[in-house]
């Protein structure tokens, strides 16, 4: 007897009520939340300038997106309990939702001495060649792994969901490309673009740009996860 692994029809899932209109507003909704957020957020630790709010290394706008990248990780994990006959996906969507906070609190400074981000690093003799080989086996390849898991697995989905224009691939990609923006603006800020300098004004203005959107990424993918976590918290099979 052969157990086979459900496919996932999210477009269908009851409750789940996702359209291309929806996306451009969960996104107007996470950028209105985290603009009342940082207000509150410089109103409560009364620093006097906007660019320490938003651009300081484990500021406030930093520790905030670590909270909610923290909190849908929780919320992963419940649904995966909820939900075991998907809880390989719920709990690799929960680990990356768990990097994604650590990182904005730069554990993997602190954790390891130096930047995990930097390419540069993994080859510097700067740092013992067993401790960077820990750190490719204990850190890189388990998180390349999940991810190969992950992806395999929502492939086909993925797919037909282009094929048939269903409208939450618009979320997944609308959060994409925030994701590269925020990549790009963490890269670009601190070492230029191309052969341009940036003045250090422009460069905290970057910083306290790519800080904005990586707080709107983090509460966008929550609102848009809501519903399948709404409806697999509430509703286990």
Known sequence: MSATRPVLHLES?????LTNERCLYHFAQAVIIVAIGIVL????????????VIATE?????????AVWFMGCIWCLGSA????????????VAMFLLLFGLRELD???WATGWNLDKLANYWNPQYSLQERVL????????????????????????????SDSESWLSHLLLGVGLLVLCLTLDKVGPYGFLFF????????FLMMIEEFLELVLSVFALVSLWPYLEQAL???E
């Open 41 to 52: 957020a410089k109103w409560v630790t009364g620093i006097p300038e906007w660019r320490d």
């Open 135 to 162: 750190v490719l086996g204990l850190v890189i390849f388990p998180c390349l792994i999940v991810g190969w898991i992950l992806g395999n697995r929502l492939w086909n989905t993925v797919g037909r969901a282009w």
């Open 58 to 66: 484990n500021g406030p706008v930093e520790r905030l997106s670590a």
């Open 13 to 17: 899932n009851r409750d789940v009520h």
């Open 234 to 236: 509430l509703c286990p």
């Open 107 to 109: 554990a993997h400074v």
């Open 197 to 204: 300098e940036i003045s250090d004004s422009g460069q905290i």
């Open 81 to 92: 309990y909820s939900q075991r006959v998907l809880a390989i996906e719920w709990l690799s």
